[in-house]
């Protein structure tokens, strides 16, 4: 017993029955094609991680607000006027 309850012959004849049906020409480039799918998709994926891969590692840049700096300013002038008194 092969795969699964299927023998090797019964794979070969239904491998002859293909390439009656189809020919070996279309079954070349249907391999061709399905080949090409793959690389295209594992590029893409390669591609995607190498891009979030980036993304984790730059530093976020935040932007100051006018609140944050009069808060700053605020807190500065208070202190100031601590040491003054």
Known sequence: MGLGGISIWQLLIVL???????GTKRLRNLGGDLGGAIKGFRKAMDTQEKEQDENENKPQLTEK?????EALEGESGAE??????
């Not at 100031?80 to 008194?85: D, T, Y």
Request: hydrophobic share 40%; glycine share 6%.
């Open 16 to 22: 002859a029955i293909v390439l009656l049906l189809f």
């Open 65 to 69: 607000t006018d609140e944050t700096n």
């Open 80 to 85: 100031q006027k601590e040491k003054q008194g």
